[in-house]
């Protein structure tokens, strides 16, 4: 299998009405959908992750927060900054894709630890938690990342895109977002050019 192949379509035309490649977004493929293969792929790395934190402790560390658990019983149980205990389900491949279901459910510290396993896993670095605000180590173990999202890191500008839900996380998001400020100074006007 090539390099983003598991996700491309020939054919599609693009919108033009031609040929051409369509690059589906694999959070768009229900289960049992047209990329059964990476959802058997992403299914061996999500059980791969879980098994590892059924057998070794959970420790997460960003600025201000630390989260700390262990898998029992399937689920995710862990402490935000020693409170808790809060839960995580498992997730699905469509679940991981879409940043949705089982990783984006729950009270306010689940949905945000979850929005970090959706980031991990679709970045490859689920299994180290030290690499997840590492954007050097992203997209680095092959079928067990989301080649979608790789593909539009690798070609957009500075590795920077929008590919999945919370792929803003870790500033890796193409997305500017300006504040709404009464007074000025603050951008008025927008100039894009496209090429290719």
């Given amino acids: ?29 229900p ?11 992403s299914i061996g790395y999500i059980d791969q992750v879980w098994n590892q934190y059924t057998a070794a402790d959970f420790v997460f560390t960003r600025p201000g ?19 808790g205990p809060f839960f995580i389900d498992k997730p699905t491949t469509f679940d991981v894709f879409g940043c949705t279901g089982y990783l ?3 009270s306010t510290m689940e949905l945000a630890l979850e929005a ?10 689920a299994h180290n938690t030290a ?8 997209y680095q173990n092959g079928v067990m990342q989301n080649e ?8 957009g500008i500075n590795g920077k895109a929008y590919a999945f839900a919370y792929d803003d996380a ?14 000025k100074p603050y951008p008025d006007s927008v100039t894009i050019t496209v090429g290719w």
């Avoid at 299998?1 to 919108?15: I, K, R, W």
């Avoid at 970090?116 to 490859?124: E, H, I, L, P």
């Avoid at 979608?148 to 070609?155: D, E, L, P, R, S």
């Fill in 31 to 41: 289960p049992g959908g047209s990329y059964a293969g990476i959802q058997s792929v």
């Fill in 148 to 155: 979608y999202a790789h593909f539009w890191h690798v070609n």
């Fill in 116 to 125: 970090g396993f959706c980031g991990a896993f679709n970045r490859g670095v």
């Fill in 65 to 83: 927060d630390t989260f700390r658990g262990r898998v029992v019983a399937g689920r995710l149980q862990f402490t935000w900054n020693g409170a």
């Fill in 170 to 183: 870790n500033d890796q998001s193409s997305v500017i977002i300006i504040p709404n400020l009464a007074a």
């Fill in 1 to 29: 299998m090539t390099p983003h192949s598991s996700f491309t379509q020939g054919g599609g035309g693009g919108g033009g009405g031609g040929g051409g490649t369509t690059v589906a977004a694999p959070s768009f493929n």
């Fill in 131 to 138: 690499n997840w605000h590492t954007p050097a180590s992203y």
């Fill in 104 to 106: 984006a459910k729950g």
